[in-house]
Every structure is written in structure tokens, then in C-alpha cells.
């Protein structure tokens, strides 16, 4: 399954000639990840092709990449693709279990790469006494401080903008790449930065000498215009014309495949026709666009401290402060979601209260 296909660090645009990845990887979400119209996501699956077919004893990446080079120009793209990709990545690749992130064994690059993302997503990043310096002048807020959390750990919760600049900036932006490299989703574009504030959780840990702060959970929170609501599992029904209209749009991008293609369906009951978000949880939404003032396109906490409430703090302050003087709340429909699968599914159950919405985030400009 294309699914399995994931990025790693041999095709990140530093890298000019990735020794086991094509770079078109790099720009191309997984399936399922609503971030692109179908063509982009097609392409990307394509990608395997150019990978050589060479048996594992191959080793020199460069005549590696050569062969695929010539091998993609010569054969038809579909077909076998999914075959190599596995055949070849049994030798080279490895996936790590803590972070989920594939890389090439036995490259330095790839393994010092690595190394750190993986200790950033399990762990956290650094909220050093340099941050913390420049936070009063960058106009970082403690929204909340000396927040306990069941572990007995103490930490606050801090906001700012995203376009901060100097050392906060700098961190901000690893802190970003590591999120977008967890959840497998495409950068945050400028535009929806610009109307988003930070907020971080910073999980204090008493030193012998000083006390030193870790970013152990994300939420970008965004001003938005519109999203859709959740249908309640009563609303699915199991009807044939469902199930085959699931499998055909389910890869389309939301917004745009709104009303029309499946509203013919004849099958489907006077209710407007519902729109399938993801379909291996099952969530569909009602395709009308609704006033919703906040959306958060990303939420991020580093796997060890999951499970503590983090994520719910934050969202929860992000709503209580987002617009100043008024207080958003999630069961009244006033908070979306543009990733509704993995970690953020469970958040949109619980936290959410069955009231959050899904939006795409760049169609709220
Ligand atoms: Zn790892």
C-alpha cells in the first residue's frame, strides 16, 4: 500500500542527490492526508518508480540512482512500483519504531538526522535560558504557569506569534519541522502562519542548579472563517452507494468536492450527502461550510509525555485566549480540526466534547 510509503531525512531538499529517495517523496503527503488534490498524490506514488531495481546487493548510491533514473524514463510508471519500493527498501531502509520515520541505514547523514529528530519527538525540545532570555522582548505570554500534571511534573503554557524572529524564531522553526516530519503533513504556508499564534506547553525539569524547560507539546492555533461539522455515527448508513462513494472520494481534497458529486447519489436520503474525511475511522462531515472562528491545522506532543493532559491544556487555553475577550468553546461547533486522524482524533473525542469541526487550512484565507 502506498500508505507505507514514508519520507526520510536521504529526501529533504538539503540533499541534492538522495541516496534512496526520489525528492518528489519529500513534497508528496502519504494518502489519506487531505492536503492535496488527487493528481499531486498520484504523482507522488509514482515516485517509486525512479527507484533502481537493482537486487539488495547494490550498494553505491550514485549508479543506484542512475539506474532508476534511466529505468523511469523507459517504463510504463504504474504496475510493479510497489514492488520495488519494498524489494528495496528491505536492505536500506529502516524504520524506526519511536518516531515512525524512515532512513537510510548505514548513512551518516541520515543517521545524525535521525538521531535528533528522534530524540525531539520523544523527548521534546529545549526551552533554553536563551529563549527564555529574548521571551519578554518577543512577546512570549505565560497564559498559565506551575500547571501540575498527573505525573506529579510541573510545567506552563506559553504563547506567541509565529513570526517572532530571533532565537525563539530559530527554535520555533525546528520545533515546526519536527512536527511536520511526526505527522507526515506539509509545511504551514506563510499565509496560514500569519494568522496563527504558538502555544506551547514547557515541562519544567528540576536540575541541581537550575531548573531547565522542555517543549514537550505544540498547538498552532489558526483564525479561520469556515469548517464543517462531524456526522454522528447515526447518520452513516450502510448503504451500497456509501460504501462505493467512500472508496472513489476519499483521496478527493474536502472543499472543493463539496455538494454536487455526491449529492446525485440516488441512494442517499433526503440529508444532504455527507463528505468521508478519513475512512478507516469512519468520520464523515456535513459538506456545509459553517461559521467557526478557530482552527488549529497542527497539535503536536512528544510521545513520552502522552497521555498527561497535555494536549487538552493547551487546546483549552488556546480556545479560552485565541480572541481576546472571548472565550471559544468546542461542544458548541466553535473550534476545527484539519487533521482528524491519529493523535488528533482522540483529542476531537474527548476534548472536543463531539462539537469540533474539520477544515482545510488553506482554504480559509
Ligand atoms: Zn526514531
Same mark, same amino acid.
Given at each position: 500500500?502506498?500508505?507505507?510509503?514514508?519520507?526520510?531525512?536521504?529526501?529533504? !531538499?538539503?540533499?541534492? !542527490?538522495?541516496?534512496?529517495?526520489?525528492?518528489?517523496?519529500?513534497?508528496?503527503?502519504?494518502?489519506?492526508?487531505?492536503?492535496?488534490?488527487?493528481?499531486?498524490?498520484?504523482?507522488?506514488?509514482?515516485?517509486?518508480?525512479?527507484?533502481?531495481? =537493482? !537486487?539488495?546487493?547494490?550498494?553505491?548510491?550514485?549508479?543506484?540512482?542512475?539506474?532508476?533514473?534511466?529505468?523511469?524514463?523507459?517504463?510504463?510508471?504504474?504496475?510493479?512500483?510497489?514492488?520495488?519500493?519494498?524489494?528495496?527498501?528491505?536492505?536500506?531502509?529502516?524504520?524506526?519504531?519511536?518516531?515512525?520515520?524512515?532512513?537510510?541505514?548505514?548513512?551518516?547523514?541520515?543517521?545524525?538526522?535521525?538521531?535528533?529528530?528522534?530524540? =525531539?519527538?520523544?523527548?521534546?525540545?529545549? #526551552?533554553?535560558?536563551?529563549?527564555?532570555?529574548?521571551a519578554e522582548k518577543a512577546g512570549v505570554e505565560e497564559l498559565e504557569s506551575s500547571v501540575k500534571l498527573p505525573n506529579g511534573a510541573r510545567g506552563r503554557i506559553v504563547c506567541f506569534r509565529p513570526d517572532v524572529g530571533g532565537k525563539i524564531g530559530a527554535k520555533l522553526a525546528i520545533l515546526l519541522d519536527t512536527i511536520r516530519l511526526a505527522l507526515s503533513s506539509p509545511p504551514l504556508s506563510p499565509a496560514v502562519l500569519q494568522r496563527s499564534k504558538i502555544y506551547l506547553f514547557l515541562l519544567s525539569t528540576p536540575g541541581a542548579s537550575t531548573t531547565r524547560e522542555k517543549i514537550v507539546g505544540c498547538v498552532?492555533?489558526?483564525?479561520?472563517?469556515?469548517?464543517? !461539522?462531524?456526522?454522528?455515527?447515526?447518520?452513516?448508513?450502510?448503504?451500497?452507494?456509501?460504501?462505493?462513494?467512500?472508496?472513489?472520494?476519499?483521496?478527493?481534497?474536502?472543499?472543493?468536492?463539496?455538494?454536487?458529486?455526491?449529492?446525485?447519489?440516488?441512494?442517499?436520503?433526503?440529508?444532504?450527502?455527507?463528505?468521508?474525511?478519513?475512512?478507516?475511522?469512519?468520520?464523515? @462531515?456535513?459538506?456545509?461550510?459553517?461559521?467557526?472562528?478557530?482552527?488549529?491545522?497542527?497539535?503536536?506532543?512528544?510521545?513520552?509525555? =502522552?497521555?498527561?493532559?497535555?494536549?487538552?491544556?493547551?487546546?483549552? @487555553?488556546?480556545?479560552?485566549?485565541?480572541?481576546?475577550?472571548?472565550?471559544?468553546?468546542?461542544?458548541?461547533?466553535? @473550534?476545527?480540526?484539519?487533521?482528524?486522524?491519529?493523535?488528533?482524533?482522540? @483529542?476531537?473525542?474527548? #476534548?472536543?466534547?463531539?462539537?469540533?469541526?474539520?477544515?482545510?487550512?488553506?482554504?480559509?484565507?
Amino acid at each position: 500500500m502506498p500508505a507505507e510509503i514514508k519520507r526520510t531525512y536521504s529526501t529533504r !531538499a538539503a540533499k541534492p !542527490a538522495p541516496p534512496s529517495s526520489p525528492p518528489s517523496e519529500l513534497t508528496s503527503p502519504p494518502p489519506l492526508k487531505r492536503k492535496r488534490p488527487l493528481a499531486d498524490r498520484l504523482t507522488g506514488t509514482n515516485t517509486p518508480s525512479k527507484k533502481p531495481r =537493482r !537486487a539488495p546487493g547494490a550498494t553505491a548510491s550514485k549508479s543506484k540512482s542512475k539506474a532508476g533514473d534511466s529505468s523511469a524514463a523507459t517504463k510504463p510508471k504504474q504496475g510493479k512500483l510497489t514492488q520495488l519500493h519494498f524489494s528495496l527498501d528491505t536492505p536500506t531502509l529502516r524504520t524506526c519504531p519511536l518516531c515512525d520515520l524512515s532512513y537510510t541505514r548505514g548513512a551518516p547523514d541520515d543517521e545524525a538526522l535521525h538521531k535528533a529528530h528522534c530524540a =525531539r519527538v520523544q523527548r521534546g525540545l529545549e #526551552w533554553g535560558r536563551e529563549e527564555q532570555r529574548e521571551a519578554e522582548k518577543a512577546g512570549v505570554e505565560e497564559l498559565e504557569s506551575s500547571v501540575k500534571l498527573p505525573n506529579g511534573a510541573r510545567g506552563r503554557i506559553v504563547c506567541f506569534r509565529p513570526d517572532v524572529g530571533g532565537k525563539i524564531g530559530a527554535k520555533l522553526a525546528i520545533l515546526l519541522d519536527t512536527i511536520r516530519l511526526a505527522l507526515s503533513s506539509p509545511p504551514l504556508s506563510p499565509a496560514v502562519l500569519q494568522r496563527s499564534k504558538i502555544y506551547l506547553f514547557l515541562l519544567s525539569t528540576p536540575g541541581a542548579s537550575t531548573t531547565r524547560e522542555k517543549i514537550v507539546g505544540c498547538v498552532v492555533a489558526q483564525r479561520i472563517s469556515t469548517a464543517m !461539522a462531524i456526522a454522528n455515527p447515526a447518520e452513516l448508513s450502510p448503504s451500497s452507494s456509501q460504501t462505493s462513494s467512500q472508496e472513489s472520494t476519499t483521496t478527493a481534497s474536502l472543499p472543493s468536492s463539496q455538494s454536487e458529486p455526491l449529492s446525485a447519489s440516488p441512494a442517499s436520503s433526503p440529508a444532504p450527502a455527507l463528505l468521508p474525511v478519513d475512512s478507516a475511522s469512519n468520520l464523515y @462531515v456535513h459538506p456545509a461550510p459553517l461559521s467557526t472562528p478557530l482552527g488549529i491545522p497542527r497539535l503536536f506532543v512528544s510521545s513520552a509525555h =502522552r497521555r498527561l493532559g497535555i494536549a487538552s491544556r493547551l487546546l483549552s @487555553v488556546a480556545a479560552q485566549t485565541f480572541i481576546l475577550g472571548c472565550p471559544l468553546d468546542p461542544a458548541k461547533g466553535e @473550534v476545527a480540526f484539519t487533521q482528524p486522524t491519529g493523535a488528533g482524533k482522540a @483529542v476531537l473525542e474527548t #476534548w472536543g466534547r463531539g462539537g469540533v469541526r474539520i477544515y482545510e487550512e488553506e482554504q480559509n484565507m
